[in-house]
């Protein structure tokens, strides 16, 4: 499967970003879909995560309560709606997919290329 994510940009602290990941290829197996971010001079970190279902989603407490995670498995597309926008959110964002189970980590099978999310004071 590849991944194309999109909706990175440039925005003032306490606005609002959607991202999206398109995938495309193999998108008839059932994979759990996870967004990860990676700030400069900072190892990759799990932002959320959401089962095929999209019945199980989990968040980086960090996140909780201002990001979203959703997918439309009719357009084989998985968005992070990202909402209250903190400095510290400022990073590449990435998609990834993962046979099996949804899980809280960065063990994902599948990456895409990464947006820049920068969020300014």
């Known amino acids: 499967v590849q991944l194309q994510a999109s909706g990175g940009g440039l925005v003032q602290a306490g606005g609002s970003l959607r991202l999206s990941c398109a995938a495309s290829?193999?998108?008839?197996?059932?994979?759990?879909m996870g967004w990860f971010r990676q700030a400069q001079g900072k190892e990759r970190e799990f932002v959320a995560a959401?089962?095929?279902?999209?019945?199980?989603?989990y968040y980086h407490d960090s996140v909780k309560g201002r990001f979203t995670i959703s997918r439309d498995n009719g357009k084989n597309t998985v968005y992070l709606q990202m909402n209250s926008l903190k400095p510290e959110d400022t990073a590449v964002y990435y998609c990834?997919?993962?046979?099996?189970?949804?899980?809280?980590?960065?063990?994902?099978?599948?990456w895409g290329q990464g947006t820049q999310v920068t969020v300014s004071s």
């Open positions: 290829g193999r998108t008839s197996s059932r994979y759990a």
């Open positions: 959401i089962s095929w279902s999209g019945g199980t989603t």
């Open positions: 990834a997919a993962k046979d099996g189970l949804v899980v809280a980590t960065v063990r994902y099978d599948h």
